[in-house]
Nanobody
Framework: VQLQASGGGLVQAGDSLRLSCATT????????MGWFRQSPGKEREFVAK????????DYVDSVKGRFTISRDNAKNTVYLQMNSLKPEDTAVYFC?????????????WGQGTQVTVSS
């Protein structure tokens, strides 16, 4: 199984980025998908998750109203639209797959994509 995150880059505060995570997960539609991030010296942080059919989403408070997670089950891909980016959003962003929306056990992880937001 492979999860390939892409779309990161260097942007200025206030800009937008759209991250993508293309996967080879069989029966992708059966998995909750999540985005996490990790900054140097900090622990990995949950950012957002989306249920199998896309009907339920959840976000860390710091990104609510700015980030939107979505998925295309036909393309085995999950997205993270990030608007109004702030310097504190700078991190490596990872996508991951879980068999459960409510339990925080993620089975597969992508390699990460760097997002850098300058002030």
């Amino acid at each position: 199984v492979q999860l390939q995150a892409s779309g990161g880059g260097l942007v200025q505060a206030g800009d937008s980025l759209r991250l993508s995570c293309a996967t080879t997960i069989r029966h992708f539609e059966a998995y909750t998908m999540g985005w996490f991030r990790q900054s140097p010296g900090k622990e990995r942080e949950f950012v957002a998750k989306i249920s199998r059919g896309g009907g339920s989403t959840d976000y860390v408070d710091s990104v609510k109203g700015r980030f939107t997670i979505s998925r295309d089950n036909a393309k085995n891909t999950v997205y993270l639209q990030m608007n109004s980016l702030k310097p504190e959003d700078t991190a490596v962003y990872f996508c991951a797959a879980s068999a459960s929306y409510y339990k925080g056990t993620y089975k597969w992880w992508g390699q990460g994509t760097q997002v850098t937001v300058s002030s």
